[in-house]
């Protein structure tokens, strides 16, 4: 095992003004694949927070001796550090960087607004794996990318204990969507080989915020913050933090 953490899968912290961002990544992935997001909100002014999951951006030896619970951790770290700068905390996050921003909106009901792309809710190939041991590692689920020449800074496998370990944060999350009230734009590939996009349909139906709107993306696969439709993600994000922030 390595903890020698990837050259782009470093944590990142972008200093602004009094409206922080949260920009969360996703299962086996890295900060890699929310910089640039992050670069377009911190362009605006804001405070900018990317976390790097427990186990994530090393090796994925490391990743399967991580919990749930630890990433949790990583992204309340995340939280926190933007509370002791920021009045107003916005969040985004893609597939489980997306759970976990629908997990933050449960346990912070002060938070301004919530912008997940492509979050999992349910995942019906890995609930097929629920309790399995074996095999220990399974091929990866990175770079669903429809623009040509385009990496994401993933996993090369995924750990079957990790499996279990999303499949318990997915639950707990899916169990108290009614609780979110916050504003939500919801962001969904309509072509997405990692997450169903009726993961995103469940996530509108289920939450209690009045104002909710889903965002189609439709020339992105399931990365979809590197894909060609990144600039509408970063637009659309701005225009909503901008118009709930004034």
Known sequence: MSNHIHKGAEPFHM???????????????STQSMRGLGEELASEGYTVCGPRLKGHGTHYEDMEQSTYKEWIQSVEEGYQWL?????????????MGGTLTLYLAEQHPE????????????????EQMRGKVEPRFLDAIGSDIK???????????????SIQEILQ??????????????????FKSLEDHVVPPENTERIYEGISSEDKEIIELTDSYHVATLDHDKGEIAEKCKAFIKKLSR
């Open 15 to 29: 200093e602004g003004n009094q409206i922080g961002v949260l920009v969360l990544h996703g299962f086996t992935g």
């Open 111 to 126: 938070v301004k607004g919530i912008m997940p792309i492509n979050a999992a809710i349910d995942l019906p190939e890995l």
């Open 83 to 95: 509370n002791e700068r920021c009045e107003q905390i916005f969040i985004t996050g893609l597939s």
């Open 169 to 186: 944060l997915i639950d707990l999350t899916q169990n108290e969507l009614g609780s979110i009230k916050m504003p939500a734009l919801l």
């Open 147 to 161: 623009a040509e020449g385009v990496e994401e800074l993933a996993y090369e496998k995924t750990p079957m204990k």
